[in-house]
């Protein structure tokens, strides 16, 4: 399967601990994107990523929020000292460089299922 | 910060029926996207439209866009229990420059009864 991978699935942590997820985008695609959702609620953005450049941080990421691209392939996402609030899919997602045809179209993944207790 | 709204909320209908779900945003965008969600398949990309196209087909889905109301519609023809997921529409800001943030709208939770 070359569609885009998420680990871990789900994770369950305690209040205050560091978490950190790990996204494999589609290996062609140089544009990656970190989403978050809740139950009931569309998916809300967070960063995204062009190669290893981060170009855009929402301002719904504190500074406990922290994402990297090191070499412009995966990306990890960490949140340091949770809260209750964090609990949410965390999605990640992918597309391909300006100029191809579907540049537009993003390719999800499954998603990480965070839970915070 | 969601840019629209989804309506209805949730709709249920019999198979072979259509269903149609209308979306709104509130900026100048430069496209607007479709998606499906279920627990299978995560979310998956339906059909994209342009700022300056009004209507688009793919098999069974249709998508129409008001630029002048800010809204959009998906119809989805003779559906099928399959068809059940949550459907989202998601906008692309018309603000130039490369980024594709996708802005999402609450969804519409869609049920297709054999």
């Known amino acids: 399967d070359t569609g885009v991978s998420q680990d871990p699935r789900h994770k369950i942590t305690k209040r205050g601990q560091n978490v950190t997820f790990r996204c494999d985008p589609i290996?062609?695609?140089?544009?990656l994107y970190w989403y978050r959702q809740t139950l009931g609620q569309g998916p809300e953005f967070l960063t995204y990523?062009?190669?290893?450049?981060?170009?855009?941080k929402s301002r719904l990421l504190s500074d406990r929020f922290s994402a990297e691209r090191p070499k412009g392939s995966f990306s990890t996402l960490e949140i340091q000292r949770t809260e209750q609030g964090d609990s949410a899919m965390y999605l990640c997602?992918?597309?391909?460089?300006?100029?191809?045809?579907?540049?537009?179209?993003?390719?999800f993944g499954p998603g990480t299922r965070l839970t915070v207790l | 910060s969601q840019q629209g709204e989804e309506d209805p909320q949730a709709l249920s209908i019999q198979e072979g029926e259509n269903a149609t779900m209308n979306c709104s945003y509130k900026?100048?965008?430069?496209?607007l996207q479709w998606y499906r969600q279920n627990s299978g398949r995560g979310l998956v990309h339906l059909i994209l439209?342009?700022?300056n196209e009004r209507e688009k087909h793919s098999g069974r889905l249709r998508v129409t866009l008001d630029t002048s109301k800010k809204s959009s519609s998906l119809l989805i023809t003779a559906s099928r229990a399959a068809d059940t997921a949550s459907y989202f529409c998601?906008?692309?800001?018309?603000?130039?420059?490369?980024?594709?943030?996708?802005?999402w709208g609450l969804g519409t939770s869609l049920a297709v009864n054999p």
């Open positions: 997602a992918s597309s391909h460089p300006p100029g191809q045809s579907s540049y537009n179209e993003q390719f």
């Open positions: 290996s062609e695609h140089n544009r």
């Open positions: 990523f062009q190669n290893e450049a981060q170009l855009e």
């Open positions: 900026t100048s965008i430069n496209n």
């Open positions: 439209i342009r700022s």
């Open positions: 998601a906008t692309v800001f018309n603000r130039g420059g490369n980024n594709r943030k996708l802005i």
